[in-house]
């Protein structure tokens, strides 16, 4: 075993060999055969062998790294050639199986006696041949890719340039490599790239930032930018790194699910959502500008005969076709839009009420021109307008309001007809807010009262109870009736408090009279119960709370609900009216005929009695068919064993044929109007006077 090293000092022999043990580089040298004489320490480390199992077997075949040349020549070069260099790569197995790569350098040193061979200095580059090859296919995946990749310093100027780069933005690399990222942007645009690099420089990625390209020859394109920061070995930001996505594709999809949120399917207009935030816009613009906007909501006469009588088919091809033709018919800028069902709305800047007008009457016209049908016959239809029109402080709800307001008033009128919410109709709607508002003071302020009408034996005109009916003293209007303010109190809820305090002051003043006058122990009180009153769950409990308070017996009391209420509401309802019967009140049906209820229907209902309602008395020996009605009412309560009352009776005719009818009970302005405490007081001492004969009748 022959040693470069053998002879000499030892204790530098030993350093050497230390040296040679810790530099990562193996070493080896071998003669003019390939047979190896010497291997470093390192080859432990390197290749898992101790240097002696290494010496004396033959040293793997090296190839030059650069192959520039023919191999063969440069390998017999380093060989023959005292002296020559070779930079070579060679493979060689680790001890534990594995195939190692190495590279180094190769040294004919043959001529020099202490060495006598050619130094192998070599490097195992394995890894870093992986890492390479990895790079370089990242490089080809990055090369090829569509999306757009490049990388500038922190100035901005660019340092790479891949072919989806060139391809999205119309720059070759080489017009791109050098130049400051800012060409990629519209004038415009500029400062983004700019506070994209800020971002970046304090280490920030920008995520998926959507911006706007101009390519090479001025056109735009939407791009999606990911930039990331770019570290140098000491781990500070040396540059920018982007990938850039062309999302021209995403936007258009993004823009047809948009649209479909937007529009209505069948007619493609705009729908609801989008007509009002157009509306929005509209009303904003028209202020700057100084103009009016103009809300016209359209309605189909009788377009759901057309779809009843015709099909479904057929109303979708008349919409589609009426919609066409308005669209035909406005100016550009002008929206229409579909709110569903027959409802087409078009919105518009106006200069005023006349200009308008002679709009709609111009759609109108358009709109009745005969429609052909799939069949080749022809349709007619008319529509219906209201119109509104903007003005100052008015939002877009509250146009739409007025203008459906005014439609409805339209179809009132008919058929083909415009009407404009004016301001009849928005007094009337303002008087509504400022009523719910100030009915709600009325209670406490003692606004609320009631008078009373006579209920009267028909027979002999002798009193028998009266009706409790609510009025309101507002301050400003006068008397209001409830007609007016039940309604209201139905939709705010008010009805609730305000049906127990008509109650308890009922109960009170009865109460007060069947002390003060001798009438029959019998007195019928009747009070009005509202469907809101009768669908609240305290009812029951409110109705015995004020009985118990009053001395009045409850079968003094009759409950009036409305025919149209208990249709309403049969099922939820019937426990109800069980409990008020079980609490020994009577139940009558008030209004009856109007809601065309079946006699089986009313047997099922724990109620009392009918009060046929005021509009057929009204036709009593006038209009044959009310008479019939009457009487047949009359003999129906008959059969159900129920009483009847007859309402609104005016006229002598009428209570003479109601008593020939066998109708027992009425009420009416012939017998009294509804009287207030103190005249229904007076009237009760006369009627006691008269023993109960009431002397106003003649
Ligand atoms: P209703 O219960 O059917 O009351 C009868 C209405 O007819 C009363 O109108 C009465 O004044 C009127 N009337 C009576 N006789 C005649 C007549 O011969 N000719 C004419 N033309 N009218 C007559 P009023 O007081 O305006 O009440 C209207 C409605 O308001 C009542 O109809 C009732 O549904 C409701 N209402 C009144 N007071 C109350 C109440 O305290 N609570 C509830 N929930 N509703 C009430
Ligand atoms: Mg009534
Ligand atoms: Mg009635």
């Not at 003669?31 to 010497?38: A, E, K, M």
């Not at 069947?514 to 509202?530: E, I, T």
């Not at 118990?548 to 309802?573: C, F, R």
């Amino acid at each position: 075993m022959v040693s470069p090293m053998a002879g000499g000092d030892p204790g530098d022999r030993v350093r050497v060999e230390a040296l040679l043990e810790n530099v990562a580089d193996m070493i080896a040298i071998i003669d003019g055969t390939g047979t190896v004489i010497y291997a470093s320490p390192a080859v432990r480390r390197v290749l898992g062998y101790e240097p002696g199992e290494i010496v004396g077997r033959p040293h793997p075949e090296m190839s030059p790294v650069e192959s520039g040349d023919d191999p063969s020549t440069l390998m017999r070069r380093l060989y023959e050639m005292p002296g020559f260099t070779l930079a070579v790569r060679f493979e060689s197995h680790h001890a534990d199986g594995s195939l190692r790569i190495f590279q180094g350098i190769a040294r004919n040193l043959l001529h020099v006696p202490a060495v006598a061979g050619i130094v192998v200095n070599a490097t195992d580059v394995t890894e870093k041949l992986k890492v390479d090859q990895a790079l370089r296919e990242l490089v080809a995946v990055v090369e090829s890719s569509a999306d757009a990749v490049f990388s500038s310093d922190l100035g901005g100027v660019v340092s790479s340039w891949n072919r989806g780069a060139a391809t999205l933005s119309g720059y070759p690399a080489d017009e791109a490599i050098g130049a400051v990222l800012s060409f990629l942007f519209p004038p415009d645009l500029v400062g983004e790239a700019d506070a994209i690099l800020d971002l970046v420089r304090d280490g920030e990625t920008v995520r998926e930032h959507r911006t706007l390209w101009r390519r090479k020859g001025g056109s735009n394109v939407h791009v999606s930018w990911t930039a990331s920061p770019v570290r140098n070995d000491r781990g500070i930001v040396s540059g920018m790194a982007v990938i850039a996505r062309d999302v021209t594709e995403s936007r258009q999809a993004a823009a047809a699910l948009r649209h479909a949120t937007l529009h209505d399917p069948l007619t493609r207009l705009p729908n609801r959502d989008l007509l009002m935030d157009r509306l929005r816009t509209a009303l904003l613009q028209s202020q700057r500008r100084n103009k009016r906007v103009a809300v016209l909501i359209f309605d189909l006469d009788s377009f759901k005969d057309v779809n009843d009588s015709l099909g479904h088919a057929a109303g979708d091809l008349v919409l589609t076709e009426m919609a066409t033709r308005l669209a035909g018919s406005v100016r550009v800028g002008d929206t229409v839009a579909r709110f569903g069902g027959d409802e087409l709305v078009i919105v518009r800047e106006t200069a005023d009420e006349e200009e308008t007008s002679r709009f709609a009457a111009r759609l109108l016209a358009a709109m009745i021109e005969p429609v052909e049908m799939d069949d080749g016959s022809e349709l007619f239809v008319t529509a219906c307008i209201g119109v509104a029109i903007s003005r100052a402080g008015a939002s877009a709800e509250d146009l739409v309001r007025e203008a459906d307001a005014a439609l409805y008033r339209a179809k009132d009128h008919g058929r083909s007809a415009i009407e404009f919410f004016d301001e009849d109709l928005r007094l009337r709607a303002r008087a509504r807010v400022d009523l719910g508002a100030s009915l709600r003071r009325a209670l406490e302020r003692g606004e609320l009262f009631l008078v009373h009408q006579p209920v009267v034996q028909l027979g002999n005109v002798t009193l028998r109870g009266s009706e409790a009916l609510i009025r309101w003293a507002h301050p400003d209007r006068g008397v209001v009736s409830p007609l007016d303010f039940i309604p209201l109190a139905e939709e705010t809820g008010l009805i609730v408090p305000v049906g127990e305090w008509v109650l308890a002051e009922a109960l009170r003043q009865i109460s007060r009279w069947r002390r003060r006058f001798p009438l029959a122990g019998d007195y019928a009180l009747a009070v009005n119960l509202s469907a809101r009153q009768l669908s609240s769950p305290d009812l029951v409990a409110a109705v015995a709370g004020a009985l118990a308070t009053s001395e009045v017996p409850p079968s003094s009391v009759y409950l009036e609900i409305t025919e149209t209420t208990l249709l309403s509401q049969v099922a939820s309802n019937l426990d109800t009216l069980r409990l008020l019967r079980d609490l020994g009140v009577h139940l009558t049906v008030d209004d009856f005929g109007t809601g065309y209820s079946s006699l089986s229907y009313l047997r099922q209902l724990p109620i009392d009695s009918l009060k046929i309602d005021r509009s057929f008395i009204d036709g009593l020996g006038v209009d044959s068919h009310d008479t019939a009605i009457v009487e047949a009412v009359i003999g129906l309560a008959k059969v159900l064993e129920l009483d009847v009352v007859a309402e609104g009776v005016e006229t002598r005719t009428q209570l003479q044929l109601l008593r020939e009818m066998g109708c027992r009970t009425g009420q009416g302005f012939l017998f009294s109007e509804p009287l207030d405490t103190a005249e229904m007081e007076r009237f009760l001492y006369a009627a006691s006077v008269a023993a109960g004969r009431l002397t106003t009748v003649r």
